[in-house]
């Protein structure tokens, strides 16, 4: 592995501990601060609109300039921004710190993916895309619940503190590890041209649509767990570190396969997934059965990331593309907003907790059906592409036979 995958590696862990750990800080953060737990709740919120927000604007900003120099400059938001959060007197700056945190998140895993493409051959560029998440999907295994005893015995503070280290960490890494030639520069006018391109907005729908199933489930894991399956509260930690292996076992295994399979993996994932929903939704009551469906749908559902995030950036078909590859993490945070907010309308309308494992199949569907058309229309483009080319050969080999005949 080159060490600079590592370096965004480390990156992605830190990024996912600080989006992540808030949640289980919730009353931590609301005793010291002196507000209710729901609305230190809103922070879960701000950080998604910081996402959203950041991804695309962060990203065109620094277009003009290496991938290695605009991380860095990310990674310097993203300290700032926990060591604020550590650091903040009041509610409200607490908010505006988060905010700033989250602005480097979706730009980072952008111009990331477009950097690990280039430490790597071609045929390899999944694979690198997949060991730089692969630190987003350990936040979850090891430093969220590491942060939140951390947070629960000594200070939330001390935790937002240590993330913000493993900024500085990241940037000396970046720094001493990853090529200065790593991606290319680019330049906003060739970076938005792709966004003329509808291969580019089916993969950007099908993050959307198809990732909503996720988290139309995942956001109410824990009742689904506990109301549903009859499990212990005290399991609930096991099962979502399980559930956490499963994700970092899916993306490691997506990297790879997608390098082989491309978006042939998509569609099989998403409709592997709507099976998995499907008979999860008629199984859950049984605890074991519960548990087992639920680690095989992170490991189906993360195997997915890499390729659709390698995907997005060959359909732009631009030098860089750190823009669309930006603008697919939004898409991805959009498909948690989409999902946990279908996911409360169901449980509203009194379906019970099985209502949004039947929706998240829908949408897994859907995704499926996105993925396919994105599949095809990729295969068309490769095939005008190639047209072209032989086409190019065969004038310059015409012209060059006549150049030879004529001087002969």
Same mark, same amino acid.
């Given at each position: ?10 990156? @992605? ?37 910081? !996402? ?28 700032? $921004? ?8 009041? &509610? ?23 950097? *690990?493409?280039? /430490? ?27 942060? =939140? ?19 500085? !960490? ?20 060739? #970076? ?25 489930? &995942?956001? &109410? ?6 109301? /549903?399956?009859?499990?212990? #509260? ?9 559930? $956490? ?31 998995? /929903?499907?008979?999860? +939704? /008629? ?7 519960? !548990? ?12 997915? $990331? ?7 950036? #060959? ?28 996911? @409360? ?7 019970? &907790? ?6 998240? +199949? ?5 995704? *499926? ?25 065969? =004038? ?10 004529? *001087?002969?």
């Amino acid at each position: 592995m080159p060490r600079g995958l590592l370096a965004l590696a480390i990156g @992605a862990f830190g990024i996912g501990t600080t989006e992540f750990v808030v949640m289980g800080m919730l009353p931590e953060i609301a005793a010291d601060l002196g507000v209710s737990v729901s609305a230190v709740g809103l922070l879960i919120s701000a950080y998604a609109i910081g !996402v959203v927000l950041g991804a695309p604007t962060l990203t065109a900003l620094g277009v003009r300039f290496s991938p290695r120099q605009t991380l860095v400059a990310l990674m310097l938001v993203f300290v700032a $921004g926990n060591a604020l959060s550590a650091v903040a007197p009041t &509610y409200e700056t607490l908010v505006a710190a988060r905010v700033l945190t989250a602005l480097a998140h979706g730009s980072f895993f952008g111009v990331g993916a477009v950097a *690990a493409r280039r /430490l790597v051959a071609p045929e390899r560029a999944t694979r690198a895309i997949s060991l730089m998440m692969v630190g987003l999907t350990l936040a979850n295994v090891a430093g969220v619940p590491l942060g =939140t005893l951390v947070a629960q015995q000594l200070s939330w503070r001390l935790v937002l503190g240590g993330i913000a280290v493993i900024g500085l !960490v990241t940037i000396a890494g970046l720094l001493a590890w990853l090529p200065a030639g790593a991606g290319e520069r680019s330049d906003l006018r060739s #970076e938005l041209a792709a966004f003329r391109r509808r291969q580019v907005w089916l993969v950007l729908g099908l993050t959307m649509v198809g990732f909503a199933a996720l988290f139309c489930v &995942y956001s &109410y894991v824990s009742p689904i767990l506990t109301d /549903l399956a009859g499990l212990p #509260e005290a399991w609930v930690t096991p099962v979502l570190a399980l559930f $956490g292996v499963g994700t970092t076992v899916g993306t490691l295994a997506g990297g790879r396969l997608g390098d082989r399979f491309g978006f042939s993996l998509v569609v099989a994932g998403l409709l592997v997934t709507a099976v998995l /929903l499907v008979v999860f +939704a /008629l199984v859950a009551r049984v605890p074991a059965a519960a !548990v087992v469906l639920l680690v095989l749908f992170g490991l189906v559902a993360f195997a997915m $990331g890499p390729v659709v995030q390698n995907g997005v950036i #060959e359909a732009a078909r631009v030098p860089g593309g750190s823009l669309v590859s930006a603008a697919n993490q939004a898409a991805f945070n959009l498909a948690n907003a989409i999902g946990a907010a279908l996911g @409360a309308l169901v449980l509203s309308r009194g379906l019970g &907790y099985t209502a949004p494992m039947w929706v998240g +199949a829908g949408l897994a569907l859907a995704g *499926a059906a996105l993925a396919l058309v994105a599949r095809r229309a990729g295969r068309r483009e490769d095939a005008v592409v190639d047209t072209d080319v032989r086409r190019w050969r065969d =004038t310059v080999s015409r012209e060059l036979d006549a150049t030879t005949r004529d *001087a002969a």
